[in-house]
């Protein structure tokens, strides 16, 4: 079993730029493919990046190309999300989890909390 922490969620302007965290504990964290997901509300939860367990390959979300960085530090047992040039439609909770498939919206493990992104326009 894997545990999953997300942190760094906050409230910005459009335009403007947060990083997320995800804090695993449990299994080798090293041996996973990692993911960020988020839901909006009324929403499914769906998939936004990915990263392979080296780090060497990432997927992204069509919407979020070019603006959000996926990354890991295996040391460290983290994952992060750099989200720049924020829209008002990235609004939601973000998630962290092992993805089932790439592109998928479902995860391996019990979700966490979740970390609150809220862009203003």
């Known amino acids: 079993q894997v545990q999953l922490v997300e942190s760094g969620g906050g409230s910005v302007q459009a335009g403007g730029s947060l990083r997320l965290s995800c804090a695993a504990s449990?299994?080798?964290?090293?041996?996973?493919?990692m993911g960020w997901f988020r839901q909006a509300p009324g929403k499914e939860r769906e998939f936004v990046a990915a990263?392979?367990?080296?780090?060497?390959?990432?997927y992204y979300e069509d919407s979020v190309k070019g603006r959000f960085t996926i990354s890991r530090d295996n040391a460290k047992n983290t994952m992060y999300l750099q989200m720049n040039s924020l829209k008002p439609e990235d609004t939601a909770v973000y998630y962290c989890?092992?993805?089932?498939?790439?592109?998928?919206?479902?995860?391996?493990?019990?979700w966490g909390q979740g970390t609150q992104v809220t862009v203003s326009s």
């Open positions: 990263i392979s367990w080296i780090g060497g390959t990432t």
């Open positions: 449990g299994r080798t964290f090293s041996t996973y493919a």
């Open positions: 989890n092992v993805p089932t498939a790439v592109y998928s919206g479902s995860g391996l493990y019990d």
